[in-house]
């Protein structure tokens, strides 16, 4: 008799682009376990549960925010060594260092990295834009996720047709508790 | 007579949670250290209920203590990596 797949063996052989919008969700988002299982059976039709996207993120999310965070940190150097200015290897160590950590937290503060090194070429600052970007675009995501929330609470709660009871369960509905 | 746990005895939390600071830790590239809220955002993503500041900060003193991690204390934060004997722990607690 075939065995049922493990839940988190099922969250691996997702299709590799609905392997990646999960790791946006938990990565970028930072989408909350319990919220994950609901969008995953939402948006892909899986079940999956909290300890399954626990090994999940284990397994991919630390490996990929590490590789990003290298490779962009890798790029920095050699535009800062094709800069043409001789930085010490101390200074280039440094600038590595804080690339490798401003793009492993994901927060924001890419702009601090350029004011640091003051140093990279056009390609990096590109890069640097490139993700300041896409950083602010996933945000205001999730922001207008949550206004959206919002309104549809705040429509809830001034509903005079309907009763406690079926506020409480439309506000448990929209707030997915 | 009830169990009482001595300090060499460690609760299975302790044990997931520095199974979780040493994961974050063990894919960080060579060459490159992270700094403790980093660590720390980490394990928060592979501990279930979220660990509190106090027990990740005594967890992770507990493996600098035991040589499972080193730390480079900077202006700004502690940056840590793995030492051998981690990655042997992780291997030996998958």
Known sequence: MARKPRSDSVLDSLPPERREQLVRWLVDENLKYPEAVVRVWEKFGVKTSVSALQKFYSRRCFTLRSSQAKDFADLVVTEAKKSGNNFDSATLALVKQRAFECVYAGNGKISELAILAGIVGD????????????????????????????????????????TEEQKAARLREIFRM | MPEVLTHSMRTPRQTDLRRALLTVLANVPSGYLLPTPLVQSGAARVVIPEPTTTEFEGELRAADSARLIVGVVGEDATRWKLTDAGRAWLAEHP
């Open chain 1, 123 to 162: 390609s990096a600052k590109l890069e640097l834009k490139r993700q300041e970007l896409a950083l602010g675009e996933r945000r205001v995501a999730v922001l207008e996720r949550k206004a959206a929330m919002a309104d549809a609470a705040q429509g809830v709660v001034t509903d005079q047709t309907l």
